[in-house]
């Protein structure tokens, strides 16, 4: 295994070092709110991205952008620096890639209705359990009968069809309610209404723009402007379990690699995990438990450990750990918890110190060679080589303008799909492409394995844009596997979370 330049994260009486082919082990990053973790965030993100790392992080405060400046030699920081004894420290920009929902902050982010799925949707919708099985028959149905769930109103249009003629599927699907239809309508114009249309439609995101490196071999760093987002929590954090589900169902099994392919930062963690059903649980378990096989380190940020559960939680091996603030017995307790997490150290009262902790200071383990946890150190964690707080709103717009993939998502493609189908209307026609893997035999092989399709083009210095819209030869493969009758072909349609095709449609 080729070594690489482990990343120096703190600094107490001795440096404290995150090996990178430890970082795919997963990590937390915690602490009261003013306590140093977006800074934390921010030294570990542009050290990945040194390595030739891509990190993927949203934004919710507005000043991570700052990445992408140049740091300067401010007070706290040169304090910082001298403190530390910090040699050849030098201020430098990271390459960055700015995403936006809403295509203000941004290049717009994408996604369909199938690539979703049901199990995704209904917690955006927030259904019960029959309502939930309802979609699941509205998808089943989308899917066997080759109607393409691309925006909102193929999912309308779909309802529609579903609960005007739900004799012909109530023998084999059971009963369907029409007022379990009539809500889902009705949740589905509020999401509408919460700017979710903009979300639900092509171009989708092509996940190997999340993965590139620039002409010098550092990591690409994809920045989510994710303040306004944030005022629709649910819709924030199901559309980041989104990206991580199909980040799992997309990437192959790699093993233990010298650095991880991508690191993914999830911000305001506990969002994710608030009123969550037991079987969507399962589901995130699994993906954290799994996709660092295949290169992939998530790293959790939270105020407090307790906002994660403890099968997530027991799986973060590297950990920073800011101060926590104990005003009731309540308080008191979680800071002794967050305390016993940690491999105890015989000179520090781990859960006195995390109340101590000044800004900027961490309690922090990482992973030693042999996978196990080190020994908790208290230390100060070292300042950004970029600049800490938000960019103009000049600096940001020369940011778009110049990413290799402006002008790839910034137009919105509307194709024949259920709703035209549904409603005998016609719609914007896709440009056709020329890739070898869009023939049907091609998609075919892929899908089954007898066949192979054209590698996607590396990923590095100027690389080429995003996907382009699907060519009516790859909307005929797909709307043919969907016609698949069998039990293997319907369980190759949807992966973990009820994404359809796991990814693996979307591949060039």
């Known amino acids: 295994m080729t070594s690489v330049s482990p990343i120096l994260v703190a600094k107490a009486k001795s440096e404290i070092y995150l090996l990178p082919q430890m970082a795919n082990r997963h990590g937390l990053i915690a602490g009261a709110t003013g306590t140093g973790k977006t800074v934390t965030l921010q030294v570990l993100a542009e050290s990945f991205s040194q390595l030739g790392v891509p990190v993927f992080m949203a934004d919710v405060k507005g000043d991570l952008a700052g990445l992408s400046q140049a740091g300067s030699p401010t007070g706290k920081v040169q304090e910082r620096i001298k403190q530390l004894k910090l040699e050849d420290f030098r201020f430098s920009a990271c390459p960055v890639t700015c995403w936006d929902v809403f295509g203000e902050g941004g290049h717009p982010v994408r996604a369909t209705v199938s690539e979703m799925g049901p199990l995704l949707l209904s917690r955006l919708l927030m259904l019960n359990e029959t309502q939930a099985g309802v979609l699941n028959l509205v998808f089943k149905v989308a899917d066997e009968q080759g109607m393409l769930l691309l925006d909102l109103k193929d999912l309308r249009a779909m309802m529609q069809y579903v609960g005007e003629n739900a004799s012909q599927f109530t023998t084999e699907y059971g009963n369907i309610s029409t007022a ?150 309540r308080d008191q307790q979680a800071v002794k918890a967050a305390a016993d997490t940690f491999r105890s150290n015989p000179k520090l009262n781990t859960a006195t110190v995390l109340m101590e902790l000044a800004v900027g200071e961490a309690l922090v383990s990482f992973l030693d060679e042999k996978g196990q946890p080190g020994m908790v150190e208290r230390a100060f964690i070292c300042p950004p080589r970029s600049q800490i707080g938000p960019i103009t709103a000049e600096q940001r717009r020369q940011l778009i303008q110049n990413s290799v993939v402006f002008g790839t998502y910034e137009k919105v493609v509307d194709r024949a799909s259920a709703y035209e189908r549904l409603k005998g209307v016609h719609s914007q ?52 596997v ?21 990814g693996g449609g979307r591949r060039r």
């Not at 920045?223 to 819709?235: G, V």
């Not at 969907?482 to 796991?502: A, C, H, K, P, Q």
């Open 482 to 502: 969907r016609t698949i009758g069998s039990t293997v072909g319907r369980e190759l349609i949807r992966g973990v979370m009820g994404s359809i095709f796991g």
């Open 429 to 480: 026609p896709a440009p056709e492409t020329s890739q070898p893997s869009d023939s049907i035999g091609g998609f075919f092989g892929n899908l089954f394995g007898g066949g192979s399709a054209a590698p996607a083009p590396m990923m590095t210095g100027k690389s080429r844009r995003g996907r382009e819209p699907e060519s009516l030869a790859q909307t005929m493969a797909k709307s043919a």
């Open 180 to 329: 379990s239809v009539g809500a889902i309508q009705r949740n589905l114009l509020v999401l509408e209404q919460q700017g979710a249309e903009k979300f639900f439609a092509e171009p989708a995101l092509n996940f190997d723009d999340l993965t590139q490196t620039d002409a010098e071999g550092k990591g690409v760093i994809n920045i989510l402007s994710a303040d306004r987002l944030m005022q629709s929590p649910k819709i924030y954090a199901t559309f980041l379990l989104w990206l991580l589900s199909e980040l799992f169902e997309r990437l192959p099994e790699v093993g233990d690699l010298p650095k991880p392919k991508l690191v993914f930062f999830f911000d305001e963690a506990h969002l994710l995990f608030s009123d969550i059903s037991p079987a969507l649980l399962e589901k995130i378990e699994q993906v954290v438990r799994l996709i660092r096989s295949k290169g992939v380190g998530i790293y959790f940020v939270s105020q407090n450990p307790r906002d994660i559960p403890d099968n997530v939680l027991g799986q973060l091996g590297n950990r920073v750990q800011h101060a926590l603030r104990a005003f009731t017995p």
